[in-house]
DNA sequence: ACCATTTTGGTACTTAAGTATGAGCCGCTG
DNA sequence: CAGCGGCTCATACTTAAGTACCAAAATGGT
């Protein structure tokens, strides 16, 4: 954010210091305000392209946002799903069981549904499916 | 792209006819023109982030890019990673085996060894563990 | 209060996953 | 050329995952 800011206000006192010249120097006729005008709209329309870029370039995650409906769609329990959260944690069904204060027997039971409702044949193929659908 | 292209040049030529009229009307003192140009800068910087930020939120994957440095610090070999790769599609040991025409037997040592090296105790917790340290 | 769904748990079983160990083959490198 | 690392495969086990079926509470809405 420091480099953002110290970039900004560097290029804001270029582009000053360049109208200071040009107005007496290069600037003779009308076309040529407009055309140093565009240039300067386009430097900064770059300007702001790369340095969002950036920004966004550093966001780690890719905040995919939940898709609640299709949750509801695929007929996901809140149990179920609290269950499938935790097995792309790479849990395992007893850890699960103790994370969520159930026997083991309960949890494979929702792990069962789970992979019936995600059309899944194994837990990784779940957590894969899920992240296509959105719900991960 | 087309309502880029579109946007870009509606607002170029906004922007000309703006300097058309500011000429003969407010702009009187230099300062003037300096405001005016700070203004279109700031105004296409801002243009800039926006669309950009369009642009990279129409994309779906995060593109994550691989850290191969990391892939080799942790003492993956290519087979190894192939494997890696295709458990974290979902893909059980025998379906590994019949893609990379290998046997189930290979497959689980080279799953082993991921685990192994990943410090991983399942496959699920690997692909985890291979997400944060984003070599996949 | 009643019904549907969810949540919980159990037993019994099958299948997949993962471990340990050994061994042959190949390519590269000192 | 000897040796090391990577790739392959096998056997024999152990453990985890997953299925099938059942059933009793708990929950929530009409």
Redesign the interface.
């Known amino acids: 954010m420091k480099k953002t800011v110290l970039v900004f206000s560097g290029l804001?006192l270029g582009?000053?210091l360049f109208?200071r010249l040009s107005?007496y120097t290069i600037l003779s006729g009308?076309s040529t305000?407009?055309f140093v005008?565009?240039l300067?709209?386009?430097?900064?329309?770059?300007?702001?392209?790369?340095?969002?870029?950036r920004s966004?370039g550093h966001l780690k995650?890719?905040q995919t946002k939940i898709d609640r409906e299709k949750i509801n769609t695929l007929g996901l329990s809140s149990r179920e799903y609290e269950v499938l959260e935790n097995?792309?944690?790479?849990?395992?069904n007893k850890e699960i069981a103790e994370k969520l204060f159930l026997t083991e027997s309960t949890v494979k039971t929702h792990v069962s549904n789970v992979l019936l409702k995600l059309n899944?044949?194994?837990?990784?193929?779940?957590?894969?499916?899920a992240k296509r659908f959105e719900i991960l």
Chains 1, 2 share one sequence.
């Open positions: 804001i582009i000053i109208i107005t009308y305000l407009e005008i565009a300067i709209a386009l430097v900064f329309f770059f300007i702001g392209m790369y340095l969002n870029k966004l995650k890719p097995i792309s944690e790479g849990l395992s899944a044949k194994r837990r990784t193929q779940a957590v894969q499916i």
